[in-house]
Every structure is written in structure tokens, then in C-alpha cells.
């Protein structure tokens, strides 16, 4: 980010840079950056609203009075995330056509993930399968889980992503699914903690480095914030 | 693990830095063309994959209905983007404050970029596709650069 302030700085534009990872923003030194403590992925700090947003860019745009730089000023605002807070959220009926109990967890989320996009518009699903397929990629996942090599189950693209399609579906059904929107990673951690769906990915994930795979095959199933050691006997 | 913890982590990694910090004196705010530079690896069409490693960017227009954010890394939020693009991608904040005068105009171009990158040198982007995106906010006669992070 702040790297890249600085190529459109020399290309003649003024910039400024809202910032959520002080140490980058210091050791870039762009020439004027607002950092924000809030959740990472949210950086103008709250959804939907749209006050709290633009005192947030017209903050930033005050840093162009400034004479000379680096300018680096704290935005005086924190929003922590919610690591470690699952989500509390009912769980839909699953299938019942005797597949195995993650897959069938996730044909039971399908109309809530339907609702979020007819609410919403906007789904980060897709970069290797569709919602539609999660419950076969959890099929997969399943089979890995069980002792099989990743290698073996017939992925149809790189694990990392439909392991992340896998949970930016659940995430987007969750927020059909909650009475409220969900805070920051919140749905991140009831998907990890509370659904079969996440923790058989974990269940993979664990196996995936017992058996000496590739790092970024395993250690990017889930996000860095749900690396909770689990049992697997 | 929580962000702040995240933070730290990140915030230790290499980063390039250039020997001098460049400046541009900026126009008044109220006469300045706004242009929103991200790298939340956002696309127009529907493609939700965008490979880690790819240093290049998409031309966002003003108006884009159907955006996509592809950012290959699973380490930050994405709920927030599908509650409100404008978490991300500040848009329809931008055109507020143009139509209440405080800034000049809104682009009709917009940029995103992925950040989260494995080469911290960067060198594709100061080289290549940098001066590539600022060629196109050029053309559209852009003043002033809000940049946000993914």
C-alpha cells in the first residue's frame, strides 16, 4: 500500500493512504497515511455506515494541509475484530439423503446463502467452485480428513481456494442466518468452531501437514486467526 | 489469534522502501478529481480468483454494478465487503461529498491492485504497472488518490 502511494506520488497525483498494518506504513514511508485500527478486510471501519465512513476519508483528506512528509497520523478510533467470538446462529436442518454430515450441513445452508445474495448482491464465492459445489468439495475435504493424500481425492484446482470458497460460503450464509450482521471474523470463527464444514477442513488441514505436504497447501486451508490446534485421533 | 496479533506478525515483514519520499503539492480539496486506488483485488466481472504473486490491476469504472473482490489471501475479513462495498471501495462516499462540494469531482476510473504480496520489492508494480494505472488516472485527469488496504 504504501509502496504503491508512492509510484502514483512520483507520477504527479497528491495520495493519501489509509493504513491498517502500522509496521508496513512505517517502513514504506508513504507521503501522507491515516492508519486505522480497525478489522483487516474493513478499512473504512464500519458497514453501512455511511457517516462513520466519510469522517473517516475526510480525516484522511486533512492530511493534505500538511507542508511536507511523511505524514503518519493515528486515526483516533479502534474497532477490534472477533477472533475468538463464534457467531451464535442456528444451524439449518441438513440433508438427509445419507451423505456424509459435512456435505449435508451445507446443502442445508444453501437457501441462506441465496438470501444474502438476493439481500446483498456481492459474493466472494467462485474462485475455483460454485456454491452450488461446496458440498462436493466437502465430500473431498471428508475423504482427507479419513487419512486419504489430497493428492488422491480429486480436487479440481488449487485446495487453498475452494477451501476458501468453502468458507466464504458458509461466512455469507451466516449472515442470512444471525440476527444481526456479524462483527468482524465472527462468522470466520463460527464457521472454524461450530460447523462440521470447518471443522473438517481443519480436520484436513492438520492431517495435510502430519503427512509433510507442501506448506501453502495446508497452512492456507484457513485463515492465520484459526490455527487452533485440534485433536485428530 | 485476533487482527492485533495479525498485525504484529505482518507488520515485521520486508517492505520496500524508496530512498526519498516523493511529494506532489496537492490542489485544493475542492477543486481535486478523486480517484479510490485498492488492493482489495477487486474485478467487474464475476471471476472471484486472483493468483498470489500477480502484480497486476483492474480498471474499476465509477459505476460498476457487479464487483467481485478476488484477493487470493484468507487472512482478513470479507463479510464487511458483502454487508457494504463502501467498507472496501468508498464509492457512493466519494460521490457524497462531491455533490456536497467538498471534493472537485469523482473519476470516472477507479484502480485495484492486490496487496498482501509475496515479493516485497514490489518491482513489477514500480515498474510496470504502476506507472501503467497512473497512465490511465492521468487520462482522466485525476488530481488526488485515496488509497485502501486489503
Known sequence: ?233 | MSDEQLRTTLGGLKSFTFDDVPWTTPKPLHESRVAIVTTAGLRVESNADWNAGDQGFTQIPHDAENLTLAHYSPNFDRVGWVLDKNVVFPIDRLHELAEDGIIGSVAKTHVSFMGAQPDHTLETIRLDSGPAAAKLLTDDEVDLVLLTPV
Open chain 1, 1 to 233: 500500500m504504501g509502496t504503491l502511494a508512492s509510484v502514483l506520488e512520483k507520477a504527479g497525483f497528491a495520495t493519501v493512504a489509509l493504513s491498517s498494518i502500522r509496521g508496513q506504513i512505517e517502513t514504506t514511508a508513504p507521503p501522507r497515511a491515516l492508519h486505522c485500527e480497525f478489522p483487516l478486510g474493513r478499512p473504512l471501519g464500519k458497514p453501512n455506515e455511511p457517516e462513520f465512513q466519510r469522517k473517516v476519508i475526510t480525516t484522511a483528506f486533512s492530511l493534505l494541509e500538511q507542508p511536507s512528509g511523511p505524514v503518519l497520523v493515528d486515526y483516533p478510533i479502534s474497532i477490534d475484530d472477533d477472533a475468538d467470538t463464534p457467531l451464535s446462529c442456528p444451524i439449518p436442518p441438513a440433508d438427509t439423503s445419507g451423505r456424509n454430515p459435512a456435505a449435508a450441513e451445507a446443502l442445508g445452508l444453501l437457501p441462506a446463502w441465496r438470501r444474502t445474495q438476493d439481500n446483498y448482491g456481492r459474493s466472494t464465492v467462485g474462485k475455483v467452485v460454485t456454491a452450488e459445489q461446496v458440498p462436493d468439495m466437502l465430500d473431498l475435504f471428508a475423504q482427507i480428513a479419513d487419512g486419504e493424500s489430497w493428492e488422491d481425492v480429486g480436487f479440481p484446482g488449487d485446495p487453498t481456494k475452494i477451501a476458501a470458497d468453502i468458507k466464504n460460503f458458509y461466512e455469507e450464509a451466516a449472515i442470512s442466518l444471525a440476527d444481526t450482521p456479524p462483527s468482524a471474523r465472527r462468522a470466520e470463527s463460527w464457521f472454524v468452531t461450530e460447523t462440521l464444514g470447518g471443522k473438517t477442513i481443519q480436520t484436513a488441514r492438520i492431517k495435510m501437514k502430519e503427512a509433510d505436504v507442501n506448506f501453502y497447501f495446508w497452512y492456507y486451508l484457513l485463515p492465520m486467526t484459526q490455527h487452533h490446534a485440534i485433536d485428530t485421533n
